[in-house]
């Protein structure tokens, strides 16, 4: 997980210090992969409650069938 760490940290001094005209096209990469991530989240959060409830509901369901 360190080696993961340290190359990003390299990998953003490296874009910040190269000319903007060098690095466009990967900033445009890492901008469109975020949007596509931000929108992977909001479709979990969407679905996270109906999810939520399931867990609950087995758990009911479960503890009311042991007791007699």
């Known amino acids: 997980m ?3 760490i340290f190359f990003a940290i ?7 210090v190269l000319k903007s005209s060098k690095v466009e096209i990967i ?3 890492i901008s469109g992969l975020n ?4 929108k992977i989240i909001d479709f979990i959060m ?3 409650p109906i999810g939520v409830m399931a867990l609950i ?3 009911i369901v ?6 007699p």
């Open 27 to 29: 900033k445009d990469f």
């Open 10 to 16: 390299l990998f953003g001094v490296a874009i910040v």
């Open 2 to 4: 360190l080696q993961i």
């Open 35 to 38: 949007e596509i991530i931000l």
């Open 62 to 67: 479960d503890y009311s069938g042991n007791n």
């Open 46 to 48: 969407y679905f996270a």
């Open 57 to 59: 509901a087995g758990l």
